[in-house]
């Protein structure tokens, strides 16, 4: 990425489906960090009248466009589940667009050490290795994933488990990882995680 992902420590922040991401990006972001989120990135890019917009419908018609412009998240999330070289169409539109706005955001989000937040950053880690100086993973068991994303979403529980099967393995995200936090659903514990890689990225970032 640009110098301006560069003159900060960077922590690419990752974690499967309903691990726990976002509560720790915002304790993190509570303690003094920039954070910026690839998922709400993308989220805006796909929106009515979202830069992704005519290149999605030009790449996949306008049934995977709603009459209000914006993606159809349903239709998308059935058509790559089930054509996983669609997956990778739709990757090759969003994340060179998502690239552009996590440099373009970098440049004006202040915080003492800059937090990526990327669903799938192990999926792409020969992308996204190189690009920060570490990666932290939010853990926790599948069946407490499976059981989040239930409640959360209302989605049944054979198509949340297709979504986790679709992602890297917890394995390989534990594998891939700098630091590790454990998310077993205890906001207190989480806090005191969140403490600690605050203290420990700040020393870094003083050091460098």
Known sequence: MAEALRRRLRVGLTG??????????????????????????????????????????????????????????????????????QRARLEAILH??????LRE?????????????VPLLVESLARWRAEVDRIAVVDCPEALQLQRVVARSGLPDAQVRVIIAAQATRAARLAAADDVVDNGGDLVALQRQADALHRRYLAATHAA
Request: net charge negative; aromatic share 4%.
């Open 16 to 85: 499967g489906i309903g691990s726990g991401k976002s509560a720790l990006a915002a304790m993190l972001a509570g303690q003094g960090a920039a954070v910026l989120d690839a998922d709400a990135l993308a989220h805006e890019l796909t929106a009515p009248g979202g830069a992704a917009i005519e290149a999605i419908r030009a790449a996949f018609g306008d049934a995977m466009i709603t009459p209000a412009g914006a993606l159809d998240r349903d239709a998308m999330r059935a058509l790559v589940f089930a054509q996983p070289a």
């Open 96 to 101: 060179p667009l998502i690239g552009q706005a």
């Open 105 to 117: 955001r970098a440049l004006s989000t202040p915080g003492a050490y800059l937090v990526l937040v």
